[in-house]
């Protein structure tokens, strides 16, 4: 098979093409660095069967090869990252969702989505079904994520109306794991590098609010099965782990594995931030057969290693 992914230098993305090259397929990575790490390209372009084209989504480009699947991952992920970047991330989930249709209906390719969580906004119904329309603001700062992800998802069920392409949407979850960016703001790499250097850990508002974490490895698992899988044309599939834990357990379980108390600085709840998040992942179990596999003390002993790793300058 021949692959695309964008966003390859990023997170899941790199995570993804090394899963896919790992199994012998043609996989082409596009980034533009914008919030991705050269070394994740560096490490992909080991391998014989990856090539990479540094370009933005946003420019219509001639691609030369027609793909069967492709992923579109490109886009800033975090709060801290769609915040520095606001129109890159609008028009990374629109103009670059269009140029990558387009090109999917040329191919005839499967086309895969990465949306997300947010498109649920604040929600006031617990777990989150894919049915589930949100309760969303559409004007506050997070709007530049949560709409042009809402926005994505619905230019690709155009696609899927008009053109009867193969489109399917990733809801994803909060996913962690190695090669996080350390800077990036989000909790699992603040806590960690906090916890690593002795400082104390912030918690945002009083850390009631929940979330839940999907390990790496069981996210790309849920990936490749929504772009390998036969008779998926038009789903939106939730994918995360659904054991929901509030963010001062979180804390609690991070001064466990660094076997220490840490002091709490408590600081003010950003703007718009979820009070609760957990997926119901019904429809992923029966139509993908997939569900998380790592547990989440498991998942995070690996990623505290990798950012000791990093902290120690060793990666
Ligand atoms: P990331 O920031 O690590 O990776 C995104 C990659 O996209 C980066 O390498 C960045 O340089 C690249 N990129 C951004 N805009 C681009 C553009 N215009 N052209 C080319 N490349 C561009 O983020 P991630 O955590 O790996 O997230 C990947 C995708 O999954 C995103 O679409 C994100 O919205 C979605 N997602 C992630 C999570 C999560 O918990 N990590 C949760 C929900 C959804
Ligand atoms: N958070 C926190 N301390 C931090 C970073 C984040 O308490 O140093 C909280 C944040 O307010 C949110 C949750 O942790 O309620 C998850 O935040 P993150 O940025 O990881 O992802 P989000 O799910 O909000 O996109």
């Known amino acids: 098979m021949r692959i695309l992914v964008t966003g390859c230098a990023g997170f899941i993305g790199s995570h993804l093409c090394e899963h896919f090259l790992n199994l012998g397929e ?3 990575g596009i980034d533009n660095f914008i919030t991705g790490n050269k070394k994740n390209v560096e490490l992909l372009k080991k391998y014989r069967n990856f090539k990479f084209f540094e370009l933005d989504v946003c420019d219509v480009v001639e691609l030369p090869e027609r793909y069967d699947i492709i992923y579109h991952l490109a886009s800033p992920a975090s709060p801290k990252q769609y915040y520095n970047y606001q129109l890159e991330t609008m028009l990374a989930n629109s103009y670059g969702t269009k140029n990558l249709l387009e090109k999917a209906k040329k191919d005839g390719s499967v086309f895969v989505f990465a949306s997300t969580s947010e498109v649920y906004g604040d929600p006031l119904i617990h777990p989150q079904r894919e049915d589930y329309n949100g309760n969303v603001n559409p004007i506050g700062e997070r709007s530049v994520y949560d709409e042009s992800k809402r926005f994505g998802e619905a230019l690709c069920m155009v696609f899927f109306r008009k053109f009867d392409l193969d489109v399917r949407i990733a809801r994803i979850f909060n996913t962690y794991g190695p090669r996080m960016d350390i800077d990036d703001g989000r909790v699992i790499p603040n806590f960690m590098v906090q916890a690593l250097k002795n400082l104390p850990l912030t918690i945002y508002g009083d850390g009631n609010q ?3 974490f999907c390990y790496i490895d069981d996210m790309v698992e849920a990936l490749k099965r929504m772009g390998v899988k036969s008779n998926l044309k038009g789903e939106v599939i939730n994918l995360g782990n659904p054991k929901e834990i509030r963010i001062i357990e979180l804390a609690e379980i991070i001064e466990k594995l660094v076997n220490r108390k840490l002091e709490k600085k408590f600081l003010p709840l950003p703007k718009d931030d979820p ?8 429809k992923a179990k029966k139509v993908l057969d997939w569900e998380p596999k790592v547990e989440f003390e498991e ?6 290693d990798y950012f000791r790793m990093v902290l120690d300058e060793k990666i």
Do not use: A
């Open 26 to 28: 043609e996989v082409t």
């Open 275 to 282: 009070q609760r998040r957990c997926p119901n992942i019904e």
């Open 210 to 212: 929940t979330r839940s």
């Open 299 to 304: 998942g995070l002993q690996k990623t505290l």
